[in-house]
Every structure is written in structure tokens, then in C-alpha cells.
Nanobody, 120 residues
Framework: EVQLVESGGGLAQPGDSLRLSCAAS????????MSWVRQAPGKGPEWVSG????????YDGDSVKGRFSISRDNAKNTLYLQMNTLKPEDAAVYYC?????????????WGQGTQVTVSS
């Protein structure tokens, strides 16, 4: 059974950093491109970052470029999102998704999400 389990969310102040993790199981993690997608209350999903299966190529959305960094450890079957210089507008539920490096659809599996709140 394919499972994606996010963790690492929580409450942060503007300017803080958080690192999200997505633990994958039930499939050959290193064979799949992966992405992070977020959704804020009352808004549609927003693609955040994507990474190729081997980790050599990454993509970031304009709103997070220079602040967020996606990475993966295929030996640990884990995807990461390092979030620096957090802003209130980064508050959302963050999901990891399997099967692509860009966009908000076309993924075949999603995690349950982890909440990130940014407030002073």
C-alpha cells in the first residue's frame, strides 16, 4: 500500500524556519518525481516545489523561490521541504504528492497534509 506521511508542521513566527518531511512507503520512492503542494484556507491548491526522482533537478514556485528548498533522501524514502524566512502568507496545509515536479494535478498519491501556521 502506497503511503505518504507528512510531518514537521506547526506554529512559527514570521522569519522563522521549519522543515517538513514526507515519509514514503509501499513503493520504490527513488523511481518517482515528487512535489509539495499547499492549500491555504479558502484558497485553491498552490504548487510549491518539485524534485526529480534522483534529486538532481528541483523546481520552486515564484512565491517561495529563494526561501524554500526541496530535497530528498532516497535511501531513507523521505522527501523534505526546508522553509526559511516564513511569511504569514505561507500558512497552509502542506501536502507531498507523487508523480510530478510541477503543478497541482496529475499526481497519483497524496499525503494527508501537515498544517503550517505563521503568526506573530
Amino acid at each position: 500500500e502506497v503511503q505518504l506521511v507528512e510531518s514537521g508542521g506547526g506554529l512559527a513566527q514570521p522569519g522563522d524556519s521549519l522543515r517538513l518531511s514526507c515519509a514514503a512507503s509501499g513503493f520504490t520512492f527513488g523511481s518517482y518525481d515528487m512535489s509539495w503542494v499547499r492549500q491555504a484556507p479558502g484558497k485553491g491548491p498552490e504548487w510549491v516545489s518539485g524534485i526529480s526522482s534522483g534529486g538532481g533537478v528541483t523546481y520552486d514556485g515564484d512565491s517561495v523561490k529563494g526561501r524554500f528548498s526541496i530535497s530528498r533522501d532516497n535511501a531513507k524514502n523521505t522527501l523534505y521541504l526546508q522553509m526559511n524566512t516564513l511569511k504569514p502568507e505561507d500558512a497552509a496545509v502542506y501536502y507531498c504528492a507523487r508523480g510530478g515536479v510541477y503543478g497541482t494535478d496529475g499526481y497519483d498519491y497524496w499525503g494527508q497534509g501537515t498544517q503550517v501556521t505563521v503568526s506573530s
